[in-house]
């Protein structure tokens, strides 16, 4: 099992910059893909981005594409999203997750998950 701590939410500007990062402890975090996930309040938990197991190439909702960069430093053991250019619908909780699925966008297929980590993007 993995345990996953977010830090890094807060408010912040339209137009402005947060880095999400997100601290797994237990077994090696290199075991698992991770991904970062959004949710606000009446809606459905939605994929922000995700990447495999090795550190590299990240795969994005389009919404986030150009603006968001997912990373991960295995040595670490932890998870990062750098969130620029903020628009006032990013506003939610993020979440990161691990699971075993490569590729996978679905919140079902990621086992382990964090507490959440409030974004606020004002106007």
């Known amino acids: 099992q993995v345990q996953l701590v977010e830090s890094g939410g807060g408010l912040v500007q339209t137009g402005g910059s947060l880095r999400l990062s997100c601290a797994a402890s237990g077994a090696p975090f290199s075991w698992y893909v991770a991904g970062w996930f959004r949710q606000v309040p009446g809606k459905e938990r939605e994929f922000v981005a995700g990447m495999g197991r090795a550190e590299g190439i990240g795969d994005y909702h389009d919404s986030v594409k150009g603006r968001f960069a997912i990373s991960r430093d295995n040595a670490k053991r932890t998870l990062y999203l750098q969130m620029n250019s903020l628009k006032s619908e990013d506003t939610a909780t993020y979440y990161c997750?691990?699971?075993?699925?490569?590729?996978?966008?679905?919140?079902?297929?990621?086992?382990?998950w964090g507490q959440g980590t409030q974004v606020t993007v004002s106007s």
């Open positions: 997750a691990a699971g075993r699925r490569d590729g996978s966008r679905l919140s079902v297929e990621y086992d382990y």
